[in-house]
T-cell receptor, first 113, second 114 residues
Framework: DSGVTQTPKHLITATGQRVTLRCSPR?????VYWYQQSLDQGLQFLIQ???????AKGNILERFSAQQFPDLHSELNLSSLELGDSALYFC????????????FGPGTRLTVT | DQQVKQNSPSLSVQEGRISILNCDYT??????FLWYKKYPAEGPTFLIS?????DKNEDGRFTVFLNKSAKHLSLHIVPSQPGDSAVYFC?????????????FGKGTKLSVKP
């Protein structure tokens, strides 16, 4: 158990809908990262937050947004969902904004039908 | 364009033998490399890392080798055990950057047969 929690574990929704994925980092970790793993793909970095502020952006679509709250939990919002958004979404946390060793949650499997 | 490549999608090894997982990278600015292990239905877990100022790092049965001139790293597992069966991801990052996001390869599925 990494100490990072993600909810929900599974999510099935229709195209055009909007969903919110939630992540609670390990106790004491200030940085949260979101990654997407599509079929046959490695983990693609989406976005990073550190202590409530956006720190880095990767291959995140404009339809996606995220935030980190004062209690350090984070939410990833995915809107106008398309079939191609079906993937595993992982949250990871680390102590600070440049820590290489990140601790991953179990992921949320999103299926868009 | 993939900056971190794991060209072998799968590898099968007999228990007790050595497992060698390979990873190539294209960006010479990478200076920190990590291996993560992933079991089904779980998130990746950190296994071992190496800084670009080193060419070898060892932790128990796991050793990572870095060849900067070839932009190649490898993970050796000796001896391999059935519990090592998992997907192994190679990842890279930039030192001292303002962010710590990792760039991952697509993974190699290791099967260790009893």
């Amino acid at each position: 158990d990494s100490g990072v929690t993600q909810t929900p574990k599974h999510l099935i929704t229709a195209t055009g809908q909007r969903v919110t994925l939630r992540c609670s980092p390990r106790s004491g970790d200030l940085s949260v990262y979101w990654y997407q793993q599509s079929l046959d793909q490695g983990l693609q970095f989406l976005i990073q937050y550190y202590n409530g502020e956006e720190r880095a952006k990767g291959n995140i679509l404009e339809r996606f947004s995220a935030q980190q709250f004062p209690d350090l939990h984070s939410e990833l919002n995915l809107s106008s969902l398309e079939l191609g958004d079906s993937a595993l979404y992982f949250c990871a946390s680390s102590v600070d904004f440049s820590s290489y060793e990140q601790y991953f949650g179990p992921g949320t499997r999103l299926t868009v039908t | 364009d993939q900056q971190v490549k794991q060209n072998s999608p799968s590898l099968s090894v007999q228990e007790g033998r050595i497992s060698i997982l390979n990873c190539d990278y294209t960006n010479s600015m990478f200076d920190y490399f990590l291996w993560y292990k992933k079991y089904p239905a779980e998130g990746p877990t950190f296994l071992i890392s190496i800084s670009s100022i080193k060419d070898k790092n060892e932790d128990g049965r796991f050793t990572v080798f870095l060849n900067k001139s070839a932009k190649h790293l490898s993970l050796h597992i000796v001896p391999s055990q059935p519990g090592d069966s998992a997907v192994y991801f190679c990842a890279a990052s930039f030192y001292g950057g303002s962010q710590g996001n990792l760039i991952f390869g697509k993974g190699t599925k290791l099967s260790v047969k009893p």
